[in-house]
């Protein structure tokens, strides 16, 4: 891989990214990830910075990679683009968490539980797509003296993130499951009939009603640009480092590019930090009375 225009092997002229391509996604992701930090400062929502701003930095500096020609930018947004989308998901799921938490019990799956298995199982796609990332992207742009040897460990990273996004994609359609399920619980008033902690929330004007909607609808269309990415990584590494998908820039930016910026722009304009139900409405701890059946009262 001694020519430069190797390292990326796509179909333009010149076999990098197109600047005006990778340079737009660039600034546009670090205009929504400085919304976020002001919004998640300004309303106190500390546990985003752990989730969706990593996930929005990340971004950013995998993106300003791609502006480069270096084997160096070339590495680090191979690694980073890779793993970042996990952060991510970690905010739907610790925040489907909050709202099982909020509104009571809509779900077969606890709060508490729903926020560590699904967080354990995070961690597990960070670590395992890290691993993969680093290793592929590290021999793929190596000067190789050794190519079947360098081949080998291209090949082994790439099926080592390919287990990583595959792993990602059926933890989150399981996810998207209980977040139907509590859609269709709580707007047909069908809570999980047994002994449950109580709802948080304990009366729901319509002003809180919007909010709970426009949080369901922004966890909705997160998770739907989730697995849309996730199933276009899945395609794209099953079919090689070699691959068409792999070597098409466009697809890369339609398929992962565009998805992820949606995201983190959805997040921005449908911030949690607006949509949480105002603390009129919430249980006060020694407040005694609760339905058996969870249901909340409409003001």
């Known amino acids: 891989m001694s020519d430069p225009g190797n390292i990326y092997h796509y179909n333009t002229e010149d076999g990098f990214p197109t600047l005006s391509h990778?340079?737009?996604?660039?600034?546009?992701?670090?205009?929504?990830?400085?919304?976020?930090?002001?919004?998640?400062?300004?309303?106190k929502q500390w546990w985003?910075?752990?989730?969706?701003?990593?996930?929005?930095?990340?971004?950013?500096i995998g993106w300003a990679a791609r502006?480069?020609?270096?084997?160096?930018?070339?590495?680090?947004?191979?690694?980073?683009?890779?793993?970042?989308?996990?952060?991510?998901?970690?905010?739907?799921y610790y925040d489907l968490a909050n709202v099982l938490r909020l509104y009571?019990?809509?779900?077969?799956?606890p709060s508490k539980t729903t926020g560590i298995v699904y967080i354990t199982l995070d961690v597990l796609c960070i670590l395992i797509q890290a691993a993969g990332g680093g290793l592929a992207a590290s021999a793929s742009s190596s000067n190789q003296s050794n190519g079947a040897d360098a081949a080998d460990r291209v090949n082994l990273g790439s099926n080592v993130v390919l287990a990583g996004i595959?792993?990602?994609?059926?933890?989150?359609?399981a996810y998207s499951c209980f977040l139907g399920e509590f859609v269709v619980r709580y707007y047909t008033n069908?809570?999980?009939?047994?002994?449950?902690?109580?709802?948080?929330?304990i009366r729901l004007s319509s002003r809180e009603q919007l909010k709970l909607k426009l949080r369901l609808v922004m966890l909705c269309i997160i998770t739907t640009l989730v697995i849309w990415r996730s199933a276009f990584?899945?395609?794209?590494?099953?079919?090689?480092?070699?691959?068409?998908?792999?070597?098409?820039?466009?697809?890369?930016?339609?398929?992962?590019?565009?998805p992820m910026l949606l995201c983190l722009a959805v997040s921005s304009l449908l911030h949690i930090g607006w949509l949480n139900p105002d603390p009129s409405m919430m249980r006060n701890r020694?407040?005694?009375?609760?339905?058996?059946?969870?249901?909340?009262e409409l003001v």
């Open 286 to 296: 020694n407040h005694a009375s609760y339905s058996s059946e969870g249901k909340h």
């Open 190 to 201: 069908r809570p999980v009939k047994r002994e449950r902690p109580p709802a948080a929330v």
């Open 48 to 60: 985003l910075y752990a989730t969706l701003v990593i996930f929005g930095l990340m971004e950013v």
């Open 166 to 173: 595959a792993l990602q994609l059926v933890v989150v359609l």
């Open 22 to 43: 990778t340079a737009v996604f660039a600034v546009f992701f670090g205009l929504f990830t400085v919304a976020h930090i002001i919004q998640a400062g300004w309303k």
């Open 233 to 258: 990584r899945v395609a794209e590494l099953n079919a090689g480092w070699e691959g068409d998908l792999m070597r098409n820039q466009d697809a890369f930016d339609t398929c992962d590019g565009m």
């Open 67 to 92: 502006c480069t020609d270096s084997r160096t930018g070339y590495i680090i947004q191979t690694s980073l683009l890779v793993i970042a989308p996990c952060f991510l998901t970690a905010f739907i």
């Open 104 to 109: 009571g019990p809509y779900s077969i799956m």
